[in-house]
């Protein structure tokens, strides 16, 4: 499989500055998440998952 080197990386350097500095504040002003929240309902997911697999398995 041939790989191109011709790929570059985008590069912030080349955007008008009123634009960079807004991406900047959007991900600034981004809230961090909340790891626990997202642990919990994988885990409640996970479980409800884990129900569906069992009853249909009984069923055959």
Do not use: C, V, W
Request: no cysteine; hydrophobic share 30%.
């Amino acid at each position: 499989m041939a790989y191109s080197t011709r790929y570059g990386k985008p590069s912030m350097t080349n955007l008008p500055p009123d634009l960079g500095k807004a991406i900047f504040e959007q991900i600034l002003s981004t809230p961090a998440p909340d790891h626990e929240k997202l642990r919990k309902e994988a885990h409640e997911l996970e479980k409800k998952m884990l129900e569906i697999r069992r009853e249909e398995d009984a069923k055959k």
